[in-house]
């Protein structure tokens, strides 16, 4: 439950004298140990109700983007940082905070991890309280908890029952009183690690007491050092661990052998290239992530209006009028095209009255819905334009009283659809509603590691983007696993000279990353068995470029 201040402004409401605004309020929101998912479901009200977000490490800034994204921009204000790079104290912090909120606005300020939890969240409230501002408290979910989750480790056992949790900020500890055997959490220790081993020893704790220490914790970069109190020094330093870091000691670490879930996921730290918009790649993007890899999106299209703008204009008077009896849509660009060019005339949904829709697949459908839209005709086997035909009726010179199909679509599209329609015995408008070029070649470290195996897979989502991602950064790395969504575009990545690996046995974004995700979970389960250390393709370099069998 969030719990707001009884200062002398208690509501949003209460006004200061002389201003013209009401006194702003404070909200602070715990971000958690760095998964986005793991906000709670108040923090992302909040960091979306924002008209100013105070951060406080520089990855808060990239939070409230993706919290905020079809949102007007919020302000973001750095207080981590002052202008001299260095950090802010606690006091500095929040006079942050108290001259934002002093404006009258809305201000969210995210705190890493949990506001009141080793943080400066009860002094800046404070200040709020000095000041006369409300204030709110959002707990964020502690890595004292969370990272241990994932990796594997519980805190607590039927033979383990107490806890402590330790910071580590200044070594004034007294670690005689954790000789026991009760489970330790130490926040902050990876720069003394080697001290605190040693004045646990020394204060009676057994030299092969578990250690684990998990770097990036919750995040698709972490990973975990287990040893014991006599060597996790020197396997630490050996790991290359460095801050953030959590660490947990205490025989529950042994359980994580069984218990770890997250860093053996099928893609864990795969660098999978996704050459779509980030508006495209959205729905894989995720299926991916859920896997444990870490997408990153290259633009390989660019979508653009038709250079000839009257033939949609036509299209789309003949539709207002009646002169068609169906509009075929074969992509969700179409759907955008065709609701731009509504929106430019003061059209509404309600022009599609007594037209009959269809869509070339869910995704087309489901775009359609946002619209306010129901397609009536959607392929019931393969979603392509070929599985389309399928289902379409033939003209009847009886029960339709059009005879002309409104096919808006890409400049670049198949015959495909066109053919086998006229072949029905329908007329068709064949309009192009938009233009895809190809898009600006990607930065430079983003083309290096592209042609150097930096990357350990690529997922080729059509033909185009196999063309147009080889057209503006090169061939992938031989070591790179490529996926492909189809036979043709199969065929496609073969005649550049690549080997596909991976073929989606239906043509579904999220099909695609799941038999990504097949693949990587066989190659890990061959590795095991063979007793090797589980590597990732970016890892295995075989000296020759793939070629095409």
């Excluded at 938009?434 to 930065?443: D, I, K, M």
Aim: with cysteine.
């Amino acid at each position: 439950m969030s719990k707001t201040s009884q200062s002398k402004a208690t509501t949003t409401d209460a006004t200061t004298p002389g201003s013209a605004r009401p006194a702003g309020q404070v909200a602070f929101v715990g971000t958690g140990p760095g998964d986005p998912d793991l906000l709670t479901v108040r923090a992302v009200e909040l960091i979306r109700a924002a008209e100013v977000v105070v951060t406080e490490v520089p990855a808060h800034a990239d939070l409230a983007r993706q919290v905020r994204a079809g949102l007007p921009e919020a302000e973001l204000v750095d207080g981590g940082f002052g202008t001299d790079g260095q950090p802010l104290t606690h006091a500095a912090r929040a006079k942050v905070v108290v001259k934002q909120a002093k404006t009258g606005r809305r201000v969210v300020r995210l705190m890493a991890d949990d506001p009141f939890l080793f943080a400066s969240g009860p002094q800046e409230a404070q200040a709020c309280v000095k000041a006369g501002l409300a204030f709110e408290i959002v707990p964020g979910v502690s890595s004292a908890t969370s990272v241990p989750a994932y990796a594997g480790i519980p805190l607590t056992a039927k033979s383990d029952r107490e806890v402590a949790v330790v910071s580590c900020a200044d070594l004034k500890v007294d670690w005689r009183q954790y000789a026991g055997g009760k489970t330790l959490v130490l926040l902050g220790a990876a720069d003394c690690i080697a001290d605190v081993a040693a004045a646990l020893v020394d204060a009676g704790r057994a030299t092969d007491t578990p250690v684990a220490m998990t770097r990036m914790g919750a995040t698709t970069e972490q990973f975990t050092v287990v040893s014991t109190l006599t060597d996790i020094a020197d396997d630490a330093k050996r790991a290359g661990m460095a801050a953030p870091a959590v660490t947990v000691i205490g025989d529950v670490v042994g359980m994580r052998e069984t218990l770890s879930w997250f860093e053996t996921k099928p893609l864990f730290g795969w660098r999978v290239l996704v050459p779509r918009t980030k508006e495209q790649a959205g729905s894989l993007s995720a299926r991916l992530r859920s896997y444990g890899a870490v997408p990153e999106e290259v633009p390989t299209i660019s979508v653009e209006p038709p250079r000839n703008p009257q033939q949609m204009d036509k299209a789309v008077r003949g539709l207002v009028e009646g002169r068609y009896e169906w509009i075929a849509f074969t992509s969700v660009n179409a759907v955008k095209a065709v609701k731009e060019k509504f929106e430019e005339y003061g059209l509404d949904a309600r022009a599609f009255s007594g037209l009959k829709i269809a869509a070339v697949g869910e995704k087309t459908a489901a775009c359609l819905a946002e619209w306010g839209l129901r397609a009536d005709l959607v392929p019931s086997g393969e979603q392509s334009a070929r599985g389309l035909l399928e289902d379409w009726p033939e003209y009847d010179e009886v029960l339709d009283p059009i005879n002309r199909v409104f096919l808006p679509r890409a400049d670049i599209a198949t015959e495909t659809l066109v053919a086998g329609l006229l072949e029905l015995g329908w007329e068709v408008d064949d309009v192009t509603a938009y233009r895809t070029v190809r898009a600006a070649p990607p930065p430079a470290p983003v083309r290096e590691a592209i042609k150097t195996g930096k990357f350990d897979a690529v997922v080729f989502t059509s033909s185009s983007t196999v063309r147009n991602l080889v057209g503006i950064a090169g061939k992938p790395h031989a070591s790179t696993v490529i996926a492909v969504i189809g036979p043709a575009t199969a065929k496609t990545a073969e005649e550049h000279g690549l080997r596909v690996d991976v073929l989606a046995p239906s043509p579904s974004v999220e099909v695609l990353a799941d038999a990504l995700a097949d693949h990587g979970a066989a190659q890990r389960a061959a590795m095991i068995e063979a007793g090797q250390p589980v590597t990732k393709p970016s890892e295995r370099r075989p000296a020759a470029r793939r070629r095409a069998k």
